[in-house]
């Protein structure tokens, strides 16, 4: 017998872990049936959609999916939700559901199951991410176990830190959305005193975010002393993908421009000298607009931190099941250590 086939036969069988990407309007479930490390891969399988509205509680929409996997033993499972996760409680406002981390364990019969914001997803994912499959907007030399910092606008702004420190990893979720939005240009400046005039609070989640996009357009015409009509995120894309309107294009510019400063303020406050990932909704639709913008040049602005974020590598994520990817990891690479 070679070498090789006392590998194979000695290999330890994957035990399949159930994932989950829960939103407000879906509910996605997959199944994990193996890790390739030649590939660093995970085999994803067994995919449904469920319309969450169909589902009164998040154990009915399980039981949906674990009802068509009868022949399967499952006792790991990692659930990425769409909201904040608190102690033992979670609780997804848009859906009215609510559930107990424990009780759902002992209902189920699962020896592991974690519950993460998508987001913490998102950071547990990326060392998994296929290059091919994405969208290198920044070069730089990334290094080797440093930390890796995630964010995206999307119907919120959300982000996340990898943290790494000597062969050891674990995810740091916030609430950066919410921190204040800082003007660093006179645009930015101008900007920002009309929002600071309808807004308590300027946050960054105030701009970028889908709702935000429709704030900016309302900021620029007020600063370029123009009249527009009230319009969403959808609609002032499609007017600047036209050309029909000059604000409409001058607010998606510049959303592109500001949010490299705030990207680079996440890859400060991070320490994310092994990259910074961008996800979401919004920017990998407008993905050739952000490569054309000033994004690089503010991300790296950063007085005499310019050097250390000049060699920060920047991806915008285009590939698909990150939440399903990001769930698998949560498991995998804590029993690894076990």
């Known amino acids: 017998m070679s070498p090789a086939s006392t590998q194979a036969e000695s290999k330890v069988p994957f035990a399949p872990i159930l994932v989950a990407d829960i939103g407000g309007t879906n509910a996605r479930f997959a199944l994990i049936t193996d890790y390739l490390p030649n590939d660093n891969e995970f ?23 674990l009802a068509q ?6 006792s790991r499972a990692c659930l990425a939700v769409a909201g904040p996760v608190k102690g033992e409680e979670v609780m997804l406002t848009n859906l009215g559901w609510h559930f107990n981390v424990t009780q759902l364990k002992a209902r189920f019969d699962f020896s592991n199951l974690q519950v993460i914001n998508d987001f913490a997803a998102f950071a547990y994912a990326a060392p998994y991410l296929n290059a091919s499959d994405n969208i290198v907007v920044k070069q730089g030399q990334a290094q080797a176990q440093a ?9 919120g702004f959300g982000a996340a830190c990898l943290v790494r420190s000597q062969g050891n990893q674990a995810v740091m979720s916030c609430e950066a959305g919410h921190i204040s939005l800082a003007p660093v240009t006179e645009l930015d400046r101008q900007l920002h005193n009309v929002l600071r005039d309808e807004l308590q609070h300027v946050s960054v989640e105030n701009v970028f975010a889908g709702p935000g996009i429709a704030r900016l357009y309302q900021a620029m015409a007020k ?4 009249q527009v009509n009230e319009l969403d995120a959808a609609q002032i894309a499609a007017l600047a ?6 604000i409409a294009t001058k607010t998606l510019n510049h959303f592109c421009d500001w949010i490299g400063s705030v990207a680079g303020d996440i890859a400060l ?16 639709r407008m993905h050739e607009r952000l490569l054309n913008s000033r994004f690089n040049e503010r991300f790296i602005a950063k007085g005499m931190m310019s050097q250390y974020n000049s060699q920060i590598p920047v991806t915008l994520v285009c590939q698909e099941n990150i939440p399903f990817i990001g769930a698998a990891a949560c498991i995998h690479q804590g029993q690894s250590k076990d």
């Not at 600063?223 to 123009?226: D, F, L, R, S, Y």
């Open 241 to 246: 993908q036209s050309g029909e309107c000059h």
């Open 43 to 65: 085999v994803i399988s067994h995919r449904h959609t469920f319309p969450s509205s169909d589902f009164s509680t998040f154990e009915d929409a399980i039981s949906e999916y």
């Open 69 to 74: 996997l009868s022949e399967i033993t499952i």
């Open 269 to 284: 406050s991070f320490g994310a000298l092994g990259g910074v990932y961008i996800g979401g909704g919004i920017l990998p």
């Open 223 to 226: 600063v370029e002393g123009a």
């Open 147 to 155: 930390n890796i910092a995630v964010f995206g606008p999307g119907t």
